[in-house]
């Protein structure tokens, strides 16, 4: 097909493909905006990755706005990817894929579906990434220094709850496909890159991954990357569960994941730019931490009792900021707790890895990638100890504190400072993710709510 010929077919697909996608969006693991009524769907771009001639199954990338008005202002566009797949006729082992059949426009009487379930066109997404160059709008990248990737490795996509979704190469890499996404580079490519220039190897070193410039000078859309994966290894929260359930200790564990936090952390501070917080971006910060409690209140009523002595814990920290402190800000994880984390597989055995750096994925993109003190990542694992605990029957504190200390222990064991000697900083920081819990336990998992919630009722109590 010619390239006018392509151009005149990609404008004419989206009102034919809409009430498909009206239908099938809202009800994917991945799509955020539930809850609220799509009115509306605008093509970002339009990507032929196989033809849709006919003459084989097509493959077409996209990337969506989706038009929710009743979304808070402050939310970021929401622009999704998307991976079509199209057929004639869908084989058996597909029909779970299906996403609808147009009944006009270029693509009237086919099958659309879940690209990423069809091995056969998972392939050539793997095939694009090992040859690097541009098609289109999308642009594909290799790591200067990655090992080549291998031909004709078997695509599986990864079943598992996630906020994106990932296809498993062979057992040896996985791709990591953002969903919703935002003009910008995603910090879960910047800061694994910076820690592979820093030689950190806590984290799996990207090894290839596209972006999209829809308009040629606008700001590229970071979409999927390649990194190695890490065939046997276990999530941390699932160890830490599993070590409770034998009444094993996980001191040694936790210790060790203190450790490589602080060796992440140095990484990243010698690799990216850092800000000292002074009095004014103190009190920004500690003002910030207020609203977000406001702002979590009004959501979950059982909050609303402990909001004036949780904010003690806010005002305690502008207070000290005002007298003078000042503490160092950096790029941090910013989403860490338990299940970010990897221990063992092939190339690391009896080692932590750290993954997922791409921050809540519910904040915009520049806010996420602000420098912030790397208290906020240790507050992230002392919770998941916490909430490891309260999960199991049971209840078991004891377990609990001696993780937090030894976890606190190994980050002093390579930081060189322990967490725990700034208790104001440390107590703002739990609260704000207790906070940000009860927020996400109420809209996500009402069951678990109870978990942050004894938190709160502990923090509420610290003088
Ligand atoms: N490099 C890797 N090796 C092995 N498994 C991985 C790797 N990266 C991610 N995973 C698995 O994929 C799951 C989802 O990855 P994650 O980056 O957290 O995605 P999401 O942002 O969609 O939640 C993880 O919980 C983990 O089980
Ligand atoms: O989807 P993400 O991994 O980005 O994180 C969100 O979901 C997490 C739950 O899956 C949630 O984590 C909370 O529950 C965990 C146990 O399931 C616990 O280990 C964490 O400490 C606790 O925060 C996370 O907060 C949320 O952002």
């Known amino acids: 097909m010619s390239e006018a010929a392509s151009t005149r077919t990609q404008i004419a697909l989206l009102p034919s493909l809409a009430p498909l996608l009206h239908a099938w969006l809202p009800r994917q693991r991945w799509f955020a905006g539930k809850g609220h009524p799509v009115t509306g769907f605008s093509l970002v771009s339009a990507t032929e990755l196989l033809p849709l001639d006919g003459t084989g199954p097509g493959l077409l990338h996209l990337l969506v706005d989706v038009e929710q008005p009743g979304l808070p202002a402050d939310a970021p566009q929401d622009c999704y990817q ?29 099958t659309v579906y879940e690209g990423l379930r069809d091995r056969r066109l998972a392939e050539i997404v793997l095939e694009r990434l090992r040859r690097p160059g541009q098609l289109g ?25 996630q906020s994106n979704s990932s296809l498993v190469y062979g057992d040896a890499y996985i791709l990591k496909f953002f969903r919703r996404v935002q003009p910008g580079p995603n910090p879960d490519l910047e800061l694994p890159l910076a820690l592979a220039r820093a030689g950190c190897d806590r984290v799996p070193a990207p090894v290839a991954w596209y972006e999209a410039r829809p308009q040629s000078g606008s700001t590229p859309y970071t979409l999927g990357v390649l990194q190695p994966f890490l065939r046997g290894s276990q999530d941390g929260w699932q160890l830490a569960l599993d070590a409770l359930n034998k009444g094993s200790s996980f001191t040694a564990e936790a210790r060790a994941l203190g450790r490589v ?37 009004q959501a979950v ?15 305690a920290l502008a207070e000290l900021g005002r007298d003078g402190r000042a503490w160092r800000a950096q790029r941090v994880h910013g989403d860490l707790h338990l299940g970010q984390t990897l221990y063992g597989g092939s190339r690391t055995e009896n080692e932590w890895s750290v993954i997922d750096f791409e921050g809540e994925p519910a904040r915009p993109l520049a806010e996420r990638r602000k420098p912030q003190p790397p208290v906020r990542d240790i507050a992230g694992i002392l919770r998941s100890f916490d909430y490891a605990a309260r999960t199991h029957r049971p209840w078991n504190p004891a377990w609990a504190e001696l993780c937090r ?25 739990e609260t704000d993710k207790a906070v940000y819990e009860a927020l996400y336990e109420a809209r996500h998992r009402p069951d678990w709510l109870p978990v942050p919630m004894a938190a709160i009722d502990r923090l509420a109590a610290t003088p």
């Open 301 to 315: 009523p059982a909050l609303l009792p402990y909001v004036p002595r949780l904010r003690t814990a806010f005002d």
């Open 137 to 161: 709008p999308l642009r594909f990248a290799r790591f200067e220094g990655a090992p080549t990737i291998p031909g004709s490795l078997v695509a599986r996509p990864l079943e598992a709850e």
């Open 82 to 110: 998307l991976l079509l797949g199209v057929r004639e006729t869908l084989p058996p082992h597909l029909a779970p894929a299906l996403i609808g059949h147009p009944t006009d426009g270029p693509l009237a009487g086919r």
């Open 405 to 429: 200390a030894a976890y606190c222990e190994g980050y002093a064991e390579a930081a060189g400072t322990d967490p725990r000697t700034e208790p104001e900083l440390l107590r703002a920081y």
């Open 261 to 297: 936090t602080a060796e992440v952390h140095t990484a990243l501070a010698d690799e990216l730019p850092t800000v000292m917080l002074r009095r004014a971006q103190t009190e920004h910060l500690a003002a910030a931490m207020n609203r977000r409690l406001e702002e979590a209140a």
